[in-house]
C-alpha cells in the first residue's frame, strides 16, 4: 500500500489568478486543492476598492467547477492614496487585508506605495480594525543588489513601520532569507510569514545551472542553499508564525520564456504535491497540516475547513504544458518532471 496522508482540506494565503479568460484555468487549478485562497490584487489596474475586489469575486466566483467548495478571500492594493475610509469601507465588505507593493518593485507594482508615511493614516486605522497588511518584502533602490533586497527591506523598512504601528498585524508574504525567517520567529508577536512551495525545495542553481531556467524565476528570487535550508527549517517548526501561501504567478510561455521574462512560477496545479515532497525531505510530513490548514486560518480569523484531503505517494508525471488563454500555454514550475506525491482528493 503505497503511504497516504490525510489532511484538514488547506487554504492558499497567497495566490495570484489574474481577470478575466485566465479565471477560467487559474481558478479551477486552486479550487481543486484548496478551499479557500486569499487573492492578490495586481490586476491592471489594481484591485484598489471593496467595490472593485467584490466584482472581481464574482467574476473569480463564476470560474468556480460546480462541485467545489472553494471560497476566494479577497485583497486590496495599498496606494499612497488609500485613505482611512477606505479601510473602514473594506473591512465593513469582508475584505481580509491590504497588499503593500513598493513601486516597481514586481509584476504590476507601477501603482504601488512611493511613500510608505503617505499611508500611516490607513495603517493606523488598519491596526485599529485588527486587518492584516501583507507585505511584499523587498526595496526597490537599484543600488541595493537583487540578492539582498529581502533583507534589507526588514531592517529599513518592516522594523521602522513595526515601531510606528506595533498593534498592525503584518504578513511578510512569501519569505525567502534566513534573515526573514529568523525575524520573524523572534519578533515580537503580530508578525507572521507565507512560504512558497517553490523557494521550499529550490535553491537560485536550480534556475541558473546548465543554461537559464526561466520557469524558476519569481520575485522574491531564489536564493542560496543556506537559506532554502533556513526557511524549511521554518516551515516544519511547527511555528504558527509561518503558513502556506504559493504565490502560484501565471505568466503565458512566451511572456517568460523571453529576452525580458516575467516574474512567477504557476503552482497552483500541483501545489499540495510539492509542499508534501519538501515535508518529506525535512522528515516532517507530521508538521504538514498545521502550516497548510490550520496556521493561516488562525492568523486571519477563520475557521477551519470541514473537509479533509488526501495525498498519495505515488508517482506521476506533470504535463509538459497547460491550456491558457486562447492559444496561449502555461508552463507549470515542473514542466514533465516526475513528481513524487499526488493529489487524491477531498474526501
Ligand atoms: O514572482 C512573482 N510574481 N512575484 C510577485 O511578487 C508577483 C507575481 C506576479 O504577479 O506575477
Ligand atoms: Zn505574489
Redesign the pocket.
Known sequence: MPQTIELIMPDDFHV?LRDGAALQFTVPDVARQFGRALI?P?LKPPVTSAALALSYAERIGAAIPPESIFTPLMTLYLTNKTSMGDVRNAFDAGIKGFKL?PAG?????DDGVTRLDLCDPALSMMAELGMPLLV?GEVTDAAVDIFDREAVFIQTVLIPLRARHPALKIVL??ITTKAAADYVQSAPEGIVATITAHHLLYNRSAMLVGGIRPHY????ILKRESHRAALLQAATSGSPRFFLGT?S???AQDAKEAACG????YTASHALELYATAFEQAGALDKLEGFASVFGAQFYGLPLNTQKIRLVKESWQMPAELAFVGTQKLIPLNAGETIAWRFDGVI
Open positions: 495570484h492578490m495586481n507593493y518593485a514586481t509584476t504590476n507594482s511584499h508574504e512569501h524565476y519569481c520575485l522574491p504565490d504567478a501565471p505568466h516575467c516574474a512567477g512560477c
